[in-house]
Nanobody, 121 residues
Framework: VQLVESGGGSVQAGGSLRLSCAAS????????MGWFRQRPGKDREGVAV????????TYADSVKGRFTISRDNAKNTLYLQMNSLKPEDTAMYYC????????????????WGQGTQVTVS
């Protein structure tokens, strides 16, 4: 499984960004896909995860109502729409995938992208 993120950048507080993650490899190994982030000086944390069918999603409390995770299975792409961004959302954002059990446990995801930086000022 290979994951390549894009869409990061710098934005002012209150602004929006959409992250994309292009995925390849066996589908059964990425039934669950998600976004994680690592803020300066902090551990990596789960932001949002989504099961392949799209019906089951989980969000971190800090992003509920502001971020939306989605996936286009035909394009093998995962998205994260981020609205009402805050300075505390500044982080390196990572796309990750796993085959079973869709939760935000960082250590349970075997496949990771290289990350894309989001800076909110």
């Amino acid at each position: 499984v290979q994951l390549v993120e894009s869409g990061g950048g710098s934005v002012q507080a209150g602004g929006s960004l959409r992250l994309s993650c292009a995925a390849s490899g066996y589908t059964y190994k990425r039934n669950c896909m998600g976004w994680f982030r690592q803020r300066p000086g902090k551990d990596r944390e789960g932001v949002a995860v989504l099961w392949i069918g799209g019906a089951s999603t989980t969000y971190a409390d800090s992003v509920k109502g502001r971020f939306t995770i989605s996936r286009d299975n035909a394009k093998n792409t995962l998205y994260l729409q981020m609205n009402s961004l805050k300075p505390e959302d500044t982080a390196m954002y990572y796309c990750a995938a796993r085959g079973t059990i869709c939760d935000t446990e960082v250590g349970a995801f075997p496949y990771w992208g290289q990350g894309t930086q989001v800076t909110v000022s």
